[in-house]
Nanobody, 119 residues
Framework: QLVESGGGLLQAGGSLRLTCAAS????????ISWFRQAPGKEREFVAA????????YYADSVKGRFTVSRDNANNTVYLQMNGLKPEDTAVYYC??????????????WGQGTQVTVSS
């Protein structure tokens, strides 16, 4: 089970940290990714962290502004978001799977957390 938290409403340029808390002993064997879905748009890949935490991947739209990390001892993954823009407004989901950019590669999903950035 994956549970996201940390979403909220803030102004452009601000920062937010999302947390994905996982239950289950197999957590450290999965890559964890963040996806987001804006109103009227398809869900898109945002960032991924490998099972060990040593490799990270980002969508071009967030590279340099977002940082993904994980703490396997506490079954937690973080998404630090800086320099937020109105176009970052979306529901953010974490997912456990292969680490690929395709949603089809993920076995487990959280319920999502809303991030709203005002201009």
């Amino acid at each position: 089970q994956l549970v996201e938290s940390g979403g909220g409403l803030l102004q452009a340029g601000g920062s937010l940290r999302l947390t994905c808390a996982a239950s289950g002993r197999a957590f450290s064997s999965y890559a964890i990714s963040w996806f987001r879905q804006a109103p009227g748009k398809e869900r898109e890949f945002v960032a991924a962290v490998s099972w060990s935490g040593s490799n990270t991947y980002y969508a071009d739209s967030v590279k340099g502004r977002f940082t993904v990390s994980r703490d396997n001892a506490n079954n937690t993954v973080y998404l630090q978001m800086n320099g937020l823009k109105p176009e970052d407004t979306a529901v953010y989901y974490c997912a456990a799977g292969s680490g690929a950019r395709s949603q089809l590669e993920y076995d487990y999903w959280g319920q999502g957390t809303q991030v709203t950035v005002s201009s």
